[in-house]
């Protein structure tokens, strides 16, 4: 839960910074204009939207995680029914991927 909680942090503090793109059509073009470093999908995203991104996610090799729900992801970032959000920045994207993968937790 120490963990889930810190990754929702990072993405709150993202949106803050600027740094997070969110929603299907602009975390796509996005990624592809190489701006997203990192893409998350919350675990209750359609099958048909989850292969989407693996299919984009592999083609312009950006890590991707299926993570959380939609619920929680939205209220993370202050904004309502996403289920989609790209990290912009190499910092952010890496300590979210550190501890999604299970890494040293910061803080």
Request: with cysteine.
């Amino acid at each position: 839960m120490v963990t889930t909680n810190k990754v929702y942090g990072l993405l709150g503090l993202s949106m803050k910074a600027g740094k997070l793109v969110f929603g299907s059509e602009s975390c796509i073009d996005m990624v592809k204009k190489k701006k997203v470093k990192l893409l998350i999908l919350s675990e209750d995203s359609s099958q048909r939207t989850i292969n989407n991104f693996k299919i984009l996610a592999q083609e312009y090799n950006i890590p991707m995680y299926i993570f959380g729900n939609k619920e929680n992801l939205s209220k993370a970032i202050g904004k309502d029914n996403k289920t989609v959000v790209g990290i912009k920045d190499n910092n952010l994207a890496n300590a979210i991927k550190k501890i999604l993968d299970g890494g040293d937790v910061i803080g």
